[in-house]
């Protein structure tokens, strides 16, 4: 059971939008920065977005977040069929002095 | 930036290993390089780090006294040992470089390939 709870899976058409939410508390997303990573199958993973909502060099503007309270929310819109992947949320938990990942959600793009 | 790491592992339980990561692209000395893995079919787990500031490790509390963060600044290479394996610790493994401020650990942003070790009698 992670510390973090995503949905195990989303679905969407290719050109819509879909958005993977990731729950935790005051003592991890609450109070400390979320960055989101995705893994292409058979891949490593890969920095999607850090400091809450920024995008490194490289990754197209169809992906955002946002995160408010103890929540934090991975949108894309534009849905191609490269995005297929596993989305991870991760950040520091203080109360259990250690890093947190999500459960991972698999993005189908039917 | 790359992170090149070792190749795959096959150890008996019981047995320990050492995955090395190697660095280039930046000045390794002034990340921190964290240790994240994944078993089979499942999601990431943190397993520990260790930071560019102060040399500190931090370790996630089930792995802790079997696992050691270390780094080689004149390789620019990190190491993850693991001891006493089981089978549970079959995985592959990554290291990554971290991004960090004294007030902590804000995010992953170079990832290695990753090692298969499979733990197995």
């Known amino acids: 059971q992670s510390v973090l709870t995503q949905p195990p899976s989303v679905s969407a058409a290719p050109g819509q939008k879909v958005s993977i939410s990731c729950s935790g508390s005051t003592s991890n997303i609450g109070n400390n920065f979320v960055s989101w990573y995705h893994q292409l199958p058979g891949t490593a993973p890969k920095l999607l977005i850090y400091?809450?909502?920024k995008r490194p060099s490289g990754i197209p503007d169809r992906f955002s977040a946002s995160k408010s309270g103890t929540s934090a929310t991975l949108g894309i819109t534009g849905l191609q069929t490269g995005d297929e992947a596993d989305y991870y949320c991760?950040?520091?938990?203080?109360?259990?002095?250690?890093?947190?990942f999500g459960g991972g959600t698999k993005l189908t793009v039917l | 930036v790359q992170l090149v790491q070792s190749g795959a592992e096959v150890k008996k339980p019981g047995a320990s290993v050492k995955v090395s990561c190697r660095a280039s692209?930046?000045?390794?000395?002034?990340?921190?390089v964290t240790w994240v893995r994944q078993a089979p079919g499942q999601g990431l787990e943190w397993m520990g780090w260790?930071?560019?500031?102060?040399?500190?490790?931090d370790y996630a509390q089930k792995l802790q006294g079997r696992v050691t963060v270390t780094t080689d600044t004149s390789t620019s290479t990190a190491y993850l040992e693991l001891r006493s394996l089981r089978s549970d610790d079959t995985a592959v493994y990554y290291c990554?470089?971290?991004?960090?401020?004294?007030?902590?650990?804000?995010?992953?942003?170079?990832w290695g390939q990753g090692t298969l070790v499979t733990v197995s009698s």
């Open positions: 991760g950040t520091w938990d203080t109360s259990l002095s250690a890093w947190v």
């Open positions: 990554a470089r971290m991004w960090e401020l004294p007030a902590g650990v804000n995010y992953f942003d170079s």
């Open positions: 692209g930046y000045p390794f000395g002034t990340y921190g």
């Open positions: 260790i930071s560019a500031y102060n040399g500190k490790t």
């Open positions: 400091d809450n909502t």
